[in-house]
């Protein structure tokens, strides 16, 4: 699953303070092998070149 600008997420990283928040989609940047990487930002702070299997969409509540 890719993921657009402005699309809330979850990020999944042991290795980062933000693991388990919600954040949303900032930046969507295309790696020289075609993958995609994304900046997230957080309520206080941001992570960049998140790769796509580390987030999970937010399920909205329409």
Do not use: R
Request: aromatic share 8%; hydrophobic share 30%.
């Amino acid at each position: 699953m890719s993921f657009e600008k402005e699309d809330e997420v979850v990020l999944h990283d042991k290795h980062s303070e933000y693991d388990g928040e919600t954040g949303t989609i900032t930046q969507v940047m295309e790696t020289m092998f075609g993958d995609a990487t994304y900046t997230v930002s957080f309520e206080d702070g941001q992570e960049t070149g998140v790769p796509e299997d580390a987030l999970d969409a937010v399920e909205s509540e329409e």
